[in-house]
């Protein structure tokens, strides 16, 4: 018995494509629930394995990376209370807010889709969750809804007070919260999983593909599309986005979010047979129309209702930047706000003024990654692709290791055909995380 056997073992399992996590990883693992079961060579520990569920489970558990945090990629969950706000409510009578969180790991995902909806206004007692999560050990913490340091990062932890009690053993969440969530153990990749259609408004499933090999990549995504109502939301990982597209999915246009939606049947019969790159395209000249941009936000796809502006929403008003022109600073605001400023504008989809306000904090601070890679994105959802790879490159040059950077401008390349630089790009991210998580 070699350790080939128990990679494939992973794979066919649970998806895991050891070559992502590194195979030491997996071999550690094995090795450890070797010496915890008394096993003495691979061959017993194999017989063990295949008899006992337990201790499937067992070994699952130790491959497992649980890594997440409240608030991860903070523009989904703003996107998400956005786009169903108080007036979803309103006029979707009697319904309820549906969204699965896949994998939900420890919670901090699905938790953080219930205070953003709560603090934009929204009824949460209309909102159920589904949270599904192949590990146990993850699930049991998530029920708890005790957190400790590490699933707090950044720099706004304004949310902790508003929502957490302070205890011994960390941060508590209230049960009013806790109550909207539904933890689940599951694994995607289980024939019976999730039988029947169309069920969910919104679907997050962040940073589980980049685990997978593409067939399984593939598959899952298939999964996810028949869960997903045919006006859903899709949530991916920033490095998970490019699947999608390929897949048939078109992107939301929410910059930083990684949201996608389903593909309006083509009218043109022809349309349909178009590669996911040029959907793409196509998608982002929608975005750049000056009428577009001019509508609400969300009203980002042909196929979208037109939606009013809530009345009762919370919203905080951004500040206006009235020309298209890079212009200094406004003496008031300091020029990290210039940037939130710039952030903002572009949720708003107001592309424009979002890139001029960034290219006024580079006239003023110069380079920086944060503004460089932001206006990229910016100049991305414009169709402004030469800027947008200039921006991210420089970024790039600032920060090798810029994930999202990296997976972005390799999604630019792709998008354009050259394959091969996109794919060295994706090469680069993976070399990147596999030496920062060593
Ligand atoms: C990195 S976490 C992602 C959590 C969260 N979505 C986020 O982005 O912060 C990956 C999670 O995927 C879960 N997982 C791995 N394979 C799975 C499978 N086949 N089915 C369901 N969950 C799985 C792991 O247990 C782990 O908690």
């Known amino acids: 018995m070699r350790l080939d056997g128990f990679q494939q073992w992973l794979k066919d399992t649970m998806g895991l494509d050891a070559s992502t996590i590194g195979p030491t990883l997996v071999e550690r693992a094995v090795q450890r629930r070797m010496t915890a079961c008394g096993r003495a060579g691979l061959v017993d520990y194999w017989q063990l394995l295949r008899d006992s569920a337990l201790e499937q489970q067992e070994l699952i558990e130790a491959v497992v990376v649980p890594e997440t945090w409240f608030f991860r990629d903070a523009q989904a969950f703003a996107t998400l209370a956005r786009h169903f706000d108080p007036l979803w409510a309103v006029t979707h009578p009697g319904e309820r807010l549906r969204l699965l969180s896949l994998p939900c790991s420890s919670g901090e995902e699905p938790y953080t889709m219930v205070m953003s909806l709560f603090e934009a206004g929204f009824p949460i007692e209309r909102l159920d969750i589904d949270a599904i999560d192949i590990s146990e050990q993850a699930l049991a913490k998530a029920r708890r809804g005790l957190y400790g340091n590490n699933s707090f990062r950044g720099g706004d932890l304004g949310f902790r007070d508003r929502h957490f009690q302070a205890e011994a053993g960390g941060w508590q969440l209230p049960a009013s919260i806790r109550a909207r969530v539904n933890f689940i153990q599951g694994n995607v990749l289980d024939l019976g999983f999730l039988p029947g259609e169309a069920r969910y408004d919104a679907i997050f499933c962040r940073n589980l593909l980049i685990y997978f ?6 598959r899952t995504v298939e999964i996810l599309a028949r869960l997903l109502k045919p006006e859903g939301l899709l949530y991916v990982g920033p490095s998970e986005a490019s699947l999608l597209l390929s897949r048939g999915m078109t992107s939301a246009q929410f910059p930083m979010a990684f949201a996608f939606r389903k593909a309006a049947p083509a009218s043109n019969p022809n349309a349909g047979m178009a590669s996911g790159a040029n959907k793409y395209v196509a998608d982002k000249r929608v975005a ?8 609400t936000p969300l009203a980002f796809t042909p196929a979208s209702p037109p939606r009013a502006s809530s009345p009762s929403r919370p919203k905080p008003a951004p500040p206006t930047l009235t020309s298209t022109s890079a212009k200094p600073a406004p003496a008031a605001a300091t020029q990290s706000s210039l940037l939130d400023t710039a952030q903002s504008l572009a949720d708003g989809g107001r592309f424009v003024e979002a890139a001029a306000a960034c290219e006024a904090y580079l006239q003023a601070q110069g380079p920086s990654v944060r503004a460089l890679y932001l206006s990229g994105l910016i100049h991305g959802a414009m169709g402004r692709d030469a800027q947008a790879e ?4 420089k970024a790039l040059y ?3 290791c810029h994930e999202e950077a990296l997976m972005h401008l390799a999604l630019l390349l792709e998008t354009r055909g050259d394959a091969a630089a996109g794919r060295v790009l994706r090469l680069r991210a993976q070399r990147c995380r596999t030496a920062t998580s060593r």
């Open 213 to 218: 090999d593409e067939p399984t990549q593939v």
């Open 288 to 295: 750049s129309e000056p009428t577009r941009r001019a509508a």
């Open 390 to 393: 200039d921006h991210l490159r």
């Open 398 to 400: 600032l920060d090798p």
